[in-house]
């Protein structure tokens, strides 16, 4: 929740095209009352409401700015695909289902551009996670029939897909654990005009706290098989509270340093687990991609494989999630399928996300 995002793709070839690109911070006001709910995960009707309309005009401010920026009227644009700020994401529930704000009916309003949205609850209505929906992606830009690959995706949530060589062998994929929501949310409260870690140099300052790592690495979570998913609804600030209750206090920095430290071994446990081949190659992206100390940790931690960028692939790690919701969207505006069974769980394939189509004149 640092910035809303994005981007314009032309996919008239693959990899597809980049015409430009915004970031637009994310309100503080806004941030933090999000951020409240999750942690208490308590919400009035009236404050859904609310938050609903404000992230929907966000993100229309934001596709709005980008088309200044680019120079492009909104009819250059065939779809916007918005997946919206996830409140509460329950797969695992009596009555599966997933949670985003930001109003696609004010996003088309005040764009004028036809809009995808609600990307996730398709697939869990044919009994799937609803996560991670990039592999689908993943596996149209990267997949190799002479390596094994693995895509690493860090945002707040880290996720892998695995792309064998082998095409008769299936895609994989799911939810690791926490990214860097939870290195987020520590220095928020400790400093509340820091969203996030700049390059992890507070958590290079400090000392990694062994007993505490191995406590937080106890959440049945992590020895769950896949298919699986969460969000933070389960890993928050509050998680974290609970946990540090056990122990004398720590000094801030070696908490930072210990939630860098989970989020590493819980991504190498996970690959040691259930990844592909030991020498699969790895290609990282989202914003923990711009963390050299997470990723410098990742490569100590997973000497046999090589770490590099999705730049290296033609895609820089901060535009694959944008251009992700972009194909989601060209997608089903196609009637093409977005899931993968083998890594959601769904029953089959399907398309994903609702149509809100923009006025005629």
């Not at 696609?104 to 009994?127: C, E, H, L, W």
């Not at 004398?248 to 819980?266: C, I, M, N, R, Y």
């Not at 790690?317 to 093409?336: C, D, I, S, V």
Request: a positive charge; hydrophobic letters at 40%.
């Amino acid at each position: 929740m640092d910035s809303i995002d994005a981007a314009v793709f032309n996919f008239v070839s693959y990899p597809p095209e980049l015409i430009g690109h915004c970031e637009r911070p994310f309100p503080v006001s806004l941030r933090k009352k999000i951020q409240m709910i999750v942690d208490s995960r308590k919400l009035a009707l009236k404050t859904f409401i609310q938050l609903d309309v404000c992230m929907g005009r966000e993100i229309a401010k934001t596709v709005n700015t980008l088309l200044k920026i680019t120079s492009l009227s909104k009819a250059a644009i065939a779809a916007i695909g918005s997946h919206g700020q996830t409140l509460y994401h329950a797969p695992n529930s009596p009555y599966p289902s997933s949670l985003q704000i930001g109003d696609p009916n004010i996003i088309v309003t005040q764009t004028g551009i036809t809009t995808v949205s609600d990307f996730r609850r398709r697939d869990m209505a044919y009994k799937g996670q609803g996560a991670p929906l990039a592999p689908h992606l993943h596996a149209t830009l990267f997949r190799s029939r002479e390596h094994d690959r693995i895509i690493l995706n860090i945002g707040g949530i880290a996720n892998v897909t695995i792309l064998p060589a082998d095409p008769n062998l299936p895609i994989t994929g799911f939810d690791t654990g926490p990214g860097n929501l939870l290195m987020d949310a520590w220095i928020s409260h400790h400093r509340p005009h820091s969203p996030y870690d700049q390059d992890g140099k507070w958590a290079a300052e400090g000392k990694v706290q062994s007993k505490l790592l191995h406590h937080l690495l106890k959440d049945p979570y992590f020895k769950r098989p896949s298919p699986k998913s969460t969000g933070r609804e389960y890993f928050n600030l509050g998680w974290l509270l609970e946990r540090l209750k056990f122990f004398k206090p720590f000094s801030p920095k070696d908490v930072q340093a210990t939630l860098l430290a989970l989020t590493v071994e819980s991504i190498t446990m996970a690959l040691q687990r259930w990844g592909s081949s030991p020498n699969a190659q790895i290609y990282v992206c989202g914003g923990g991609a711009l963390n050299p100390i997470l990723i410098l940790q990742l490569q100590k931690r997973l000497v046999n494989h090589s770490i590099q960028s999705t730049e290296v692939l033609g895609i820089l790690p901060k535009h694959l999630e944008p251009l992700l919701f972009a194909w989601l969207a060209k997608q089903t505006l196609e009637r093409k399928t977005g899931n993968i069974p083998t890594v959601t769980g769904a029953q089959r394939e399907t398309l994903l996300g609702g149509i809100y189509l923009a006025n005629f004149s």
